[in-house]
């Protein structure tokens, strides 16, 4: 039976946009020089604003302010301070959290129950957890005298906003390095939100630099003479390309790429707990996860029984308004990304997997997906193999525990896996075994400022969080 | 032939692939000459046929040793240092012949090599518990990182530094479990094959260590495109044109790349970033409850 719920419309009363909107150089909102765009929600194809776009004079301008402050002021002050900063940030993330929350979900079509309850702490986290470092950075093991790298180029994407802006930024400014982030096409505004908190923080000027754009502005900030250090979340074909850009400079670079992730679950495995953390694993942000478990591996003695389970539970979500605090799915970003994952999934029937999604509406206007699973899905399906980015399951099955190892491992990618099992020792041997950075076991998407995250092979290098995303930004011991 | 006067025996000069010591496939040779241009030998010129042997080779190596226990790791590392300590002599010859350096010189370098796979073996089974830890996370989870070997790793060997360069490269790597392909010193190869026969009969895991001599400009392009390898090792690499074509080519699997160092000391005691630059950091969550 299906519960009838009554609308619980999150208010936007709180929010404010501007019907046009600035870049952020050197501490001041400044008009863009390029062809502004527009940005909508994706749930109901409104303009939500006009968004200014950086062309060559303003990236320019950009990396010189956070040159400057980087010379004269952020690398001059004291750990003590900058960290200081960074606590500030922090707190006014908190007391502003309801607005970033409703902004994001505007802006990016994510329920809000996700942005309230995850990008928005988490993030304000980021800060809490990297301001502590800022006077620590000697006992980090990165020798006894690490410096930061001066100014860092950061270009990340629309699926979590705010939150990828906090991995990125809060570490870098506990570190000493200055910054310029372009936030993707689609999602500024929470950037731009952060840009007036940075000045409420009294933030020395040029430390932050937001730059809205598309492509073509982030090309040009991670090609900048005067950049230091890239660091990009977003596809892999992107990540190749600003590889094959800075080669033959100094810069550093640290990326946080493609994946897709298996997510095993052994007969001895608690369904009831596993079908929930497929679920959160596969729909959480619409599937809009770099490290979602996008491939399901099933021990074939309980495999019907569990997509019994997973079919029922998925007949309860209920997809819709993004504001409605009961919503679980929320709007697909852009009609790019739903014609991607349009294309992938008719590329799935068409090589022959069977598709399935439980009954729902799908609002008239705005982008959405019915939540998908595909069954008879082998390993040469290109939904098993490509990102599909989206609420797309494809579920294969296995035998033995060797089985399951070959076919998790069977990726470029490997940034992410999930194992269910009653059984300690097997967790461990297949932790162990899966070649990914970040393995969950009996849960699935877990994120902590203290936890390092980042990919094996085509899915990245370099960690975000803990002691180990320090060195991103650091001079690490440099010797022989 | 008058009086005690012996013809001695040459050696011919292999390589060093999958525990076994091959001619070049492509049956070239080059000369391999002293500082002054003399002729020292002729030495196996491999081909870019050769290096996709090795890569077949260092997965099956890497297969195998990713899964020795940190402890045994750190005995085959301290046996490789007895058996050089046991070829001290030739080492030094070999320097001395190589870089047209005193004897006093050569066996300093050589003293200093043997005790750097000394050093790293030390750190078989310690690298882990100093970049590895668990983490905090604010809620009901036990959370771990690890270190763990990244996988194939083509390296370059410094051009100037035949033995003591040479092996501050191979043993960063290997001590973490990564199996390597190695290019040694274009100029100066003849240390390189004489510790890749020391290698030979220690208990180094056929393919784990693989040594090609050869120009890395001809040989290196092809390891920095296949897809098998994970990871690059620039430090001999001279020419900024050669490094920047091969970052170029690492992209294309989104490979690790370690460029080349500037003015690097080898006799300084190392850092970790060479440990470091060729792992992954793996983090594992686990709920705790009742």
């Known amino acids: 039976m299906t519960f009838q719920y009554a609308p619980a419309p999150e208010s936007t009363a709180i929010v404010n946009i501007n019907s046009s909107n600035d870049l952020f150089i050197n501490g001041e909102f400044t008009p863009g020089h390029g062809t502004p765009f527009k940005t909508i929600n994706p749930a109901t194809e409104e303009v939500l604003a006009e968004i200014a776009q950086a062309n060559e004079e303003d990236v320019n301008a950009a990396v010189m302010a956070a040159r400057k402050a980087y010379d004269k002021t952020w690398s001059k002050m004291s ?72 100014v860092v180029a950061q270009v990340i994407p629309w699926n979590f906003p705010l939150l990828m802006l906090a991995w990125k930024i809060a570490p870098a400014l506990a570190t000493g390095n200055t910054v310029v982030l372009k936030p993707a096409e689609t999602t500024s505004l929470t950037a731009l939100l952060f840009a007036e908190i940075c000045q409420q923080a009294d933030l020395p000027p040029g430390v932050v630099n937001i730059i809205t754009g598309a492509g073509e502005t982030g090309r040009m900030l991670v090609e900048h003479p005067d950049v230091n250090k890239v660091a990009f979340t977003g596809s892999t074909a992107v990540g190749q390309a600003i590889q094959r850009q800075i080669a033959g400079t100094n810069k550093r670079l640290t990326l946080e790429l493609g994946g897709k992730a298996a997510n095993i679950v052994f007969d001895d495995a608690p369904i009831d707990q596993a079908v929930e953390g497929i679920v959160n694993g596969i729909f959480f942000n619409q599937g809009h996860v770099c490290c979602a478990g996008s491939r399901l591996l099933l021990q074939e003695s309980i495999a019907e029984q569990t997509i019994e389970s997973l079919k029922r539970r998925l007949q309860t979500l209920r997809l819709g308004d993004p504001l409605d605090k009961n919503t679980d799915i929320g709007a697909i970003n852009s009609r790019e990304q739903l014609n991607r994952i349009i294309d992938l999934t008719k590329s799935g029937e068409d090589e022959g997997a069977q598709r399935w999604s439980p009954d729902c509406v799908i609002p008239e206007r705005g982008f959405w997906f019915a939540p998908t699973v595909f069954t008879n899905v082998t390993q040469a399906h290109r939904i098993a193999r490509e990102e599909i980015f989206g609420p797309v399951l494809s579920v294969l099955t296995f035998r033995t525990p060797d089985e399951a190892i070959e076919k998790a491992n069977n990726t470029p990618y490997g940034l992410s896996a999930g194992i269910w099992t009653e059984k300690g020792s097997r967790i461990l041997a297949m932790a162990n075994k899966v070649r990914a950075g970040v393995v969950w076991a009996n849960t699935f998407n877990r994120f902590d400022p203290a936890s390092p995250f980042g990919g094996y092979k085509e899915s990245g290098f370099g960690r975000e969080g803990g002691v180990q995303g320090l060195g991103a930004y650091l001079t690490s011991e440099e010797s022989s | 032939m008058i009086g005690n006067d012996r013809v001695e025996v040459r050696k011919t000069h292999k390589l060093f692939v999958g525990g076994a010591f091959p001619r070049s496939e492509s049956g070239r040779t080059y000369e391999a000459t002293n500082s002054q241009g003399e002729f020292l030998a ?11 042997d090795a890569v077949l080779a260092a997965r099956t190596g890497f297969n195998s040793w990713s899964k020795a226990t940190a402890y045994n790791r750190g005995q085959v590392l301290y046996r490789i240092a007895e058996v050089m300590e046991g070829r001290k002599d030739q080492f030094i010859s070999d320097i001395q012949d190589a870089e047209a350096v005193s004897a006093k010189k050569a066996t300093t370098q050589t003293d200093q090599a043997v005790d750097r796979v000394v050093w790293y073996a030390g750190w078989a089974d310690k690298y882990a518990q100093v970049l590895g830890n668990t983490n905090p996370v604010s809620g009901p989870f036990f959370n771990f990182s690890i270190p763990e070997p990244t996988g194939v790793v083509a390296a370059v060997a410094p051009q100037d530094s035949s033995l003591l360069g040479l092996i501050s490269v191979i043993a960063p790597i290997i001590t973490s ?14 240390p390189a094959i004489t510790l890749s026969e020391c290698l030979a009969t220690s208990d180094v895991i056929a393919g784990n260590i693989n040594i090609l001599t050869g120009d890395p400009a001809e040989i290196m392009p092809s390891l920095a495109s296949h897809g098998d390898v994970n990871a690059l090792d620039l430090t001999g690499i001279t020419d900024s044109e050669l490094q920047k074509t091969l970052q170029i080519e690492a992209a294309g699997t989104v490979k690790r790349v370690r460029s080349a160092p500037v003015n690097p000391d080898w006799q300084a005691t190392p850092s970790l970033s060479r440990l470091r630059a060729f792992t992954e950091v793996k983090t594992v969550w686990h709920p705790m409850g009742m």
């Open chain 1, 79 to 150: 750990g003590r301070d900058r960290g200081k900063y960074l606590f500030r940030i922090a707190r006014l993330i908190q007391e502003r959290s309801r607005e970033l929350a409703v902004l994001e979900t505007l802006d990016n079509g994510k329920p809000i129950r996700e942005s309230r309850d995850v990008d928005v702490p988490i993030a304000a986290a980021h800060f809490f957890y990297h301001a502590g470092w800022a006077d620590k950075l000697e006992f980090a093991g990165y020798g006894t005298y690490p410096r930061p790298l001066g």
């Open chain 2, 42 to 52: 002729n030495v196996a010129k491999a081909s870019r046929k050769d290096a996709r």
């Open chain 2, 177 to 190: 479990g990564n199996s390597v392909i190695v290019i040694a010193s274009m100029n100066s190869p003849i």
